[in-house]
């Protein structure tokens, strides 16, 4: 397979360079066969359970927001956002089978269709949480100076532009992707030998994937803050710390991960050569890696569920499909209530007649 460093910016799809200086050759200069067997245990299981909770959560968002007959621009950007994460989750099935057979078994043709999405889905997540914060950030702030600019059309605009960019963004990735039969067929991105276009990816993601979206946010919420601050209601602290939890959270489920790519970069310029260290890189890989990942199933949770009026837009679309738990549960309800009236009327009844027995 591809390289543990290539995991680095396609999230998963390339582990051949976890094993590139190694192999289960004992003379090899770095035997890193544990390394791979880790792998196979660990990544389709971690896949596994990031694919089923972000696919279900994100898509519950989508099938909510697109029961809303008019769509607000904070509405069009957690709905592309669901989207995103989509794409980004679907990949992971092919990444588990491929890490648990060490074959790649869907072909030429789906190993760039999956790249693609993977990368453009990882890339436009981050992307729409940024402007997220630029949105929250100018309706707080700016009210009343950016309302008559807030339209639909704007929304399609920025929407895609970050497409666009997402899908620049992969084109590096794209373009080198291959199906090599290496001892089984491996999907991986074959970049050429003077490793210009693998440190740019790298770099790539650690700019636009962490560092840039930190400072907008940064800078976002440190103005949100003091204005909420100011506003006389009720909800200003669950809304205060719901704005620090979305920096906390993004934080510290990107940066470890970042900063193993980082590191993983410096092997290509010679600072890490011994098999302790790229050993300890490729293991901090696979950590950090679904570490960052899960962040795609706290998505809907952040930026959906925390709302009361997504909330109701939940209910309602459940009570839609299950009608017969709902119905159910109004039951029980009813009945919960009337055995309690009686409960109630019993207690009363009860104090009445002691009463009347101590006069």
Known sequence: MGDISNDSVTQGYDYSEYY?????DSTSPCNNGEVRKFGSIFLPTLYGI??????VGNGLVVCVLKQQK???MTDMCLLNLA???LLFVISLPFWAHEAAVSSWEFGKFMCVVVTVLHVMGFYANIFFIVIMSVDRYMIIVHAITVARFRSFKLGVILIAIVWAISFWASLPTAVFTRV???SGFKCETAFPEDNKWRLF???ELNVF????PLIVMIFCYSKIIPTLVNIKTNKKHRAIKLVLLIVLIFFFFWTPYNIVVFLNSLRYLDYFSNCDSIRAINYGLYWTQTLAFTHCCLNPVIYAFAGQKFKKLVLKLLQKWLPVCFTTCRIS???NTEVSERRSSFHSRSSEITSARLL
């Open 20 to 24: 590139s200086h190694n192999s289960d």
């Open 50 to 55: 990031v694919f089923v909770v972000g696919f």
């Open 70 to 72: 008019s769509m607000t």
């Open 83 to 85: 989207v995103s994460d």
């Open 180 to 182: 090599k039969n290496e």
């Open 201 to 203: 990816t790298y770099y």
């Open 209 to 212: 994937g962490l560092i840039i």
């Open 333 to 335: 309800e009813s009945f």
